[in-house]
Every structure is written in structure tokens, then in C-alpha cells.
């Protein structure tokens, strides 16, 4: 028998409680111990009830919810809801190691792959994939460069180099190919889409079949024919990639 699960809401949407709690429905092992509107009282009733997972939205009215988090002395598990507004301002975010991301509006099919992430942890399965607040060495020997995933937009392979560009417009050039780049980086996150560029899927704003548009930077990425079927099984539920 499955190990009861309890999780809480945090989130000014009483829509959205509504669609989670439907959602939760098919996960008879999930129990909701509370669902709230602000940040402040959800840290109130954590501090006293401490829970598995909690599901948080980022911007709230009284505080931002990964800064109420990291003040909890004891963190549970996290599902991250993000806006695309939010997702922009969230990078800080990925210290806290979220078990998974949702972009709303989100289908029962990716909050269904977040619900398996969390179970996983529960088990104590380890991941297969890096968060993206772990940091990677890239680089030839002697010459290595200390990059935090998360920080990237995308990477360009630029002959025998590769050019990672950065969230706060910082570039970093590395003598590596962008195969062994690539072998580094959580598949979890990052899609080769070009035979010269790789991207981090958490910073797309709009993924198309030719091009992706990414946020904190006016770049527009173009997507190889032979590279748009793997675009895809990032963004199913957007008819764009087709």
C-alpha cells in the first residue's frame, strides 16, 4: 500500500485550488491538509503542520512565495505554479530545488508527470536529472568555467567552442563541443534544437516549429526540421510546435 502523501495549496486562485483538488481525485494516496490565499498563512499553519508537499504559487499579494519558503525551517517537497510573468522573475528559485515546474495553465498530463517526480522523492529514488540549482564545470582541462544551469538561456556551438548565454546577459565561452555540452545537461531541461544550439526549455516563451523565443533576451533561436519532433515532447499541448 502506497505511504499517504500530505500536501497543501498555496495560491490566490480559487480556480486553480478547485482544478488541483479535481486533479488530486485520481492520486488516492494524496491527502490536501489545506488550501491558502497568501503566503502568510500558509507559512502559519506549515510551522505548526508540517506536510510532504506543498503546491505554491511564486507572486502572492502579501510575498513571494520562494521567499516564504526559504524562511520555513523545515522545507517540504515543492511544485512550483508559475504564470509566464512569474517564471521570468523565478531564477533564485532553483536554489530551492523544486521537485517540478507547472506553467498555468497546465494540462492533467504534465501536473500528472509532477505528481510521479514527487512520488519518486518520497521513495527516495534518486533523480536522474541535476536541478537546475546545481552547478556544472565546462571547459577543456586547466580552463573550466562554473556554471549554474539555471542561469542558462541558451548555448551556441561556435567551432570548437561553445558560447553559453546567461539570464543576466553574461556570456561565457568554453572550449568544448556541443555534444559533450550536451551530455552534461539535465534532459529534463535542455533540448538540442539546432544543430548549433541547445536551450534551456524552463526560459521559453513561445515555442514554434521554426523558431523559440526566450525570456531576458530578444534572440529569436531557430529550430532544425530534423530537431522540431523533440521541441514537441516538451510542449505537447502547444499547437504552435506543430
Known amino acids: 500500500m502506497d505511504p499517504i502523501i500530505y500536501f ?3 495560491e490566490d486562485d480559487t480556480k486553480v485550488h478547485e482544478l488541483l483538488l479535481k486533479y488530486m481525485e485520481q492520486f488516492p494516496n494524496f491527502e490536501c491538509r489545506g488550501c491558502f490565499l497568501t503566503a502568510g498563512e500558509t507559512r502559519e499553519f506549515l510551522l505548526d503542520n508540517p506536510v510532504h508537499l506543498l503546491m505554491a504559487d511564486i507572486q502572492l499579494p502579501d510575498m513571494n512565495g520562494m521567499e516564504m519558503i526559504e524562511s520555513l525551517p ?4 515543492v511544485v512550483f505554479m508559475t504564470g509566464h510573468n512569474s517564471k521570468k522573475k523565478a531564477t533564485k528559485g532553483y536554489v530551492l530545488d523544486a521537485v517540478h515546474y507547472l506553467t498555468k495553465p497546465f494540462t492533467f498530463n504534465s501536473f500528472e508527470e509532477a505528481i510521479n517526480r514527487v ?3 518520497v521513495n527516495g529514488k534518486p533523480d536522474v536529472d541535476k536541478s537546475l540549482g546545481h552547478h556544472e564545470m565546462f571547459g577543456s582541462v586547466g580552463s573550466k568555467s562554473r ?3 539555471g542561469d542558462i538561456l541558451y548555448i551556441v556551438a561556435d567551432g570548437n ?3 553559453f548565454h546567461l539570464v543576466n546577459q553574461v556570456e561565457v565561452t568554453v572550449r568544448e563541443t556541443l555534444k559533450d555540452v550536451l551530455d552534461k545537461l539535465p534532459k529534463a531541461h ?3 534544437v539546432h544543430r548549433s544550439y541547445v536551450i534551456s526549455t524552463w526560459h521559453v516563451f513561445k515555442p514554434r516549429a521554426r523558431e523559440v523565443r526566450l525570456y531576458c533576451t530578444d534572440q529569436v533561436i531557430p529550430v532544425g526540421r530534423q530537431y522540431r519532433n523533440a521541441l514537441r515532447r516538451y510542449f505537447p499541448d502547444n499547437p504552435s510546435t506543430k
Open 74 to 77: 523545515n522545507k517540504p517537497l
Open 147 to 149: 556554471i549554474m544551469l
Open 8 to 10: 497543501v495549496i498555496m
Open 119 to 121: 512520488v519518486d522523492r
Open 161 to 163: 567552442h561553445v558560447v
Open 190 to 192: 535542455f533540448v538540442q
